[in-house]
Each structure stands twice: as structure tokens, then as C-alpha cells.
């Protein structure tokens, strides 16, 4: 396998692992479709009635970001050896950064909610020093969000300037990105699936290529 192959397998994976792991709290006798949009005592109900899935979903949520961090790197440097060393470096810096807060993020669901899902369980009551926690892994995830389209659109570019992968891929990473992160900044929210389909993307292409 070649270097485009070896690339293209991480990204692919991490895809596969986030599809995973967000579905697993919604399938099943015990699974809820709304899970993950409830109101802040119905989502620690619907965890503390599932807590092992819960944990087991963030674990393949969290090797869905690393798996990710290690395919770009791979690309980055398939990149710097074409001669784009700018975009990629900023993409990396800026993915390294996104991958660390999405970590943080997950392992504090993973962690604390579900500590909260089973005090709400015994009590009947929301613990007073969740919702705070809770609105602050929001804050990471939203600087989670915003940094992970910005690189994702410095990717587009890098591959735009060397060819690595078709144009209309590199203009539709970089026309993605911007839409999400406009969309984001409106609404205020976004779905973590968004950033793993241009990297999805990629490493079919490369795969293609290898």
C-alpha cells in the first residue's frame, strides 16, 4: 500500500467510528432518537436507563476524533512533501486543537453526565452543578465546532494549490466548510457529523488514487 492508501484509512475509520458511536444511544430496547437533543433531566433520565451504551458510544466517539487526527496528519504530510506547507500546517494546528477540545468534550459526557444520570435517578432532581458543567462542554464544543470547519476549509485549499485530490473536491471541502460554519454562527449549533464527511470524502478519493 502506498502513502495515499495508508492515509485513506484513518479517514475512513474515523467516519465509521463516529457513525458508531452516535448511533448506539438511539437503537435498541433502551435506545431514544432524541437523546441527544432532550431537555437537560429527560437526557440524564434516558442516560442513567442506558449508562453502559452511553459510555461505550463516547468511547467510539473519541476514537472517531483521534482516528481523524491521525489521517490529516498523514495528509499534511502528503502536502508539505507536494510543496504546500501554509494551509496544511494551519489545517493541522487547527484540527490538533479541535481534536483536543472534542476529547475533553466527550470524556466530560462519558464521565460527569452520567455521574448526574444516576444522582437524578436517586433524587428526582437535575444535581445543581451539572447544568454549569453542561453549559461549559458546550462552550468547548462550540470552539470545537468553529476551528474544525476553519481547518477543514484549509485543507480544501492546501489540496487545491498541489492537485492532490479532484478541484471540485478541494472547492466543495472549501464551499462545505464555510456553509457549515455560517450555519453554525446563525443557529448557534451544528451536528458533530458534519466534520467527518469531507474527510470521508478524502480518503475514498485517495484511496481511489492509491
Do not use: C
Amino acid at each position: 500500500m502506498n502513502e495515499h492508501s495508508l492515509t485513506a484509512i484513518p479517514l475512513i475509520l474515523a467516519f465509521i467510528s463516529f457513525a458508531i458511536g452516535a448511533t448506539l444511544p438511539v437503537v435498541g430496547e433502551k435506545g431514544n432518537i432524541r437523546i441527544f437533543t432532550l431537555p437537560v433531566r429527560e437526557q440524564l433520565l434516558a442516560v442513567a436507563d442506558n449508562p453502559v451504551v452511553w459510555r461505550w458510544a463516547h468511547v467510539f466517539l473519541g476514537a472517531a476524533a483521534i482516528l481523524l487526527l491521525v489521517g490529516l496528519t498523514m495528509l499534511t504530510t502528503i502536502l508539505e512533501g507536494a510543496g504546500e506547507r501554509v494551509l496544511s500546517r494551519l489545517g493541522l494546528v487547527g484540527v490538533l486543537l479541535a481534536i483536543v477540545l472534542w476529547v475533553v468534550f466527550s470524556a466530560h459526557r462519558a464521565v460527569i453526565t452520567v455521574s448526574a444520570a444516576q444522582e437524578t435517578i436517586g433524587t428526582g432532581t437535575v444535581p445543581p452543578y451539572y447544568e454549569p458543567l453542561a453549559q461549559w462542554g458546550f462552550a468547548l464544543f462550540y470552539v470545537y465546532a468553529v476551528v474544525g470547519f476553519l481547518a477543514l476549509a484549509a485543507y480544501g485549499g492546501s489540496s487545491l494549490q498541489v492537485g492532490l485530490l479532484p478541484a471540485w473536491a478541494g472547492w466543495g471541502t472549501i464551499i462545505y466548510s464555510i456553509a457549515m460554519l455560517v450555519l453554525l454562527l446563525i443557529t448557534g449549533d451544528t451536528l458533530p457529523a458534519f466534520h467527518y464527511f469531507p474527510p470521508l470524502l478524502m480518503g475514498i478519493l485517495l484511496l481511489m488514487r492509491g
